[in-house]
């Protein structure tokens, strides 16, 4: 016996396959994003070696600064493009009482290209002083060796890059701009870094 199947149960059919294969795709989708880490938004200070990390990167911008810079945008890509954002981080370390207290902040490092991904800001001593010597230096812990794509300065400071500890080896910059790629040199190869 002959199975006869008119157009408008082939269509039907058609359609519940096609459906079907969309929420099976965008349900696989939705449960890879899952998988996938949140950035962490870490806070180094230099001087004394506290590493503290956050869910979100304006929790740490209100670390980094004492909670002089509370209205950081949601994302670093965000405060990248932001004037007001770079306004209140240039004022709040021109002020003396931060350069006193020996919390400036001196660069973040974010681990991919385009200002993503995870990111360390650092904070050191003082703004550096711009005399063309390398003021301040941090070799990298073992949870950022290696991963630094794209940097942005504060602080005054411009920003050089190394493969080894202590400053070893050919260094890259001075980066003293906001920069989304460090370039085929020195990403995922820093392990120290040097403000000058």
């Not at 996938?36 to 740490?60: I, K, M, N, S, W």
Request: glycine share 10%; with cysteine; hydrophobic share 35%.
């Amino acid at each position: 016996m002959a199975i006869r199947t008119t157009h408008r149960a082939r269509l039907a059919g058609v359609t519940l396959a096609v459906t079907t294969g969309l929420i099976c795709t965008l349900s696989a989708q939705s449960a890879g994003a899952a998988d996938e880490p949140a950035a962490r938004h870490c806070v180094l200070d230099a001087t004394t070696g506290e590493q503290r990390c956050f869910g979100t990167f304006d929790e740490a911008v209100d670390h980094a600064t004492d909670g002089r810079v509370t209205d950081a945008p949601a994302t670093p890509r965000a405060a990248v493009t932001s004037p007001a954002f770079r306004a209140a981080m240039s004022e709040t370390a021109a002020k003396k009482d931060t350069a006193a207290a020996g919390d400036v902040v001196q660069g973040t490092f974010f681990s991919d290209p385009g200002f993503s991904g995870d990111t360390l800001t650092i904070s050191g001593p003082s703004l550096c002083e711009k005399d063309g010597w390398v003021n301040w230096q941090y070799d990298l812990g073992d949870d950022w060796k290696n991963r630094v794509s794209s940097v942005q300065p504060w602080g005054n400071c411009a920003i050089w890059l190394y493969p080894e500890p202590n400053l070893g080896g050919d260094r890259d910059g001075p980066f003293d701009e906001n920069t989304s790629d460090v370039g085929q040199m020195m990403n995922d190869r820093t392990q120290s870094i040097g403000f000058s």
